[in-house]
């Protein structure tokens, strides 16, 4: 499939620039992948779409306040944009923008004294090494990290807004954007509903706002991000499927964390990196449900939430949101999509 099977023409006013000031407070649109049925809905109706004994499952990583800007010691402006941190804790993997380039070698001074060496460069990314504990100072230091679609500068609301509420793990350059939407309320009252909740790990990297480069989608390479998928979501997943209950995954970040875990003989606990890219013709192993924000154009989500639901489905969605002017994007309104049953792996979902 090419790249231009997944694009979709997108007012720009229909981007999300800010948060509602409640976070429940998000349109949701049902799609059903078996049928292409669309369902105007609120966030606040997500209860009536989940079943007792379903299980979601959230990402628990924490958003770093990544932006850096500094000055190469030649004077020209650099800004560095965290990817993520390594194992010393002093050397990173970062996107990094300076006047004339920067190359092995060149020094970056920072705020409060600090300075970043710029070690090598490993594809579209830098391997920099500070002279100081990396995440203790981005978390000193750096800004909240917007996507690039949103044209203002971070504000002091966005260091909480722009995370979820059961934010745990440090380590993400950016949000888990379906995640955003929930209230501790609202999750509370799904577990009384009778709804398993569990929690996994992927530290989502600034890779996730690269567009599709190549024509040919089988061509694309995603960058590698860090996931764990604890025993104990791994035990929750087999309850569920015990019980006849359905695992739903919050965000693409949580369905490429537990099809990675899956990719051997069954889901098993796992640590380590992911660069799983998920097109059209895969077959999910572990999950029945996505609950999901509106993708950008010719994007490898796009493409995810396609192999899911269809790609024509999937795009006549879209058609349909931006008519009812649904909200884009990171701070925007949310999917819930069911699959289409040709997308899904019989013989690994047995119980």
Request: charged share 25%.
């Amino acid at each position: 499939m090419r790249r231009a099977d997944f694009f979709y023409q997108l007012p720009a006013e229909l981007i999300a620039d800010r948060p509602l000031p409640r976070r429940g407070a998000s349109r949701l649109l049902g799609v059903d992948g078996a049928t292409g049925a669309l369902a105007d809905l609120r966030f606040d109706d997500l209860g009536s779409l989940l079943r007792p004994g379903d299980l979601l499952v959230l990402n628990d990583t924490r958003v770093l306040p990544a932006r850096l800007l500094g000055r190469k010691a030649s004077g020209g402006a650099c800004e560095i944009l965290l990817e993520r941190i390594l194992d010393d804790g002093r050397r990173v993997l970062a996107q990094a923008r300076a006047s004339k380039g920067l190359k092995p070698g060149a020094r970056i001074e920072l705020p409060a004294g600090a300075t970043a060496i710029a070690i090598a460069r490993h594809g579209d990314l830098f391997e920099l090494e500070f002279d100081r504990a990396a995440q203790t100072y981005f978390e000193e230091h750096g800004s909240v990290p917007l996507p690039p679609y949103v044209t203002r500068d971070a504000e002091p609301e966005d260091r909480e807004r722009y995370q979820t509420v059961y934010a745990e793990a440090p380590g993400a350059v950016a949000a888990p954007t379906a995640g955003l939407h929930f209230e501790r309320e609202a999750l509370a009252e799904l577990a009384r509903r009778g709804i398993a909740i569990e929690r996994l790990t992927l530290h989502v990297g600034a890779g996730t706002f690269m567009p599709l480069r190549a024509d040919e989608i089988d061509a694309h390479r995603m960058h590698a991000e860090r996931i764990r998928v604890p025993s104990a979501c791994v035990a929750a997943v087999a309850a569920a499927r015990s019980r006849g209950g359905r695992v739903v995954a919050v965000g693409t970040t949580v369905v490429r964390a537990l099809e990675s875990a899956a990719a051997g003989r069954g889901l098993q606990a796992f640590e380590g990196e992911t660069d799983i890219f998920i097109r059209p013709g895969y077959r999910f192993r572990v999950v029945d449900a996505l609950l999901t924000n509106f993708h950008l154009p010719e994007s490898t989500l796009l493409v995810l939430v396609a192999a899911f639901a269809g790609r024509e489905r999937v795009l006549a969605a879209y058609h349909h949101a931006v008519e009812a002017r649904y909200r884009f994007f990171s701070y925007g309104d949310a999917m819930f999509v069911t699959p289409d049953p040709s997308a899904l792996d019989a013989k690994a979902r047995q119980p």
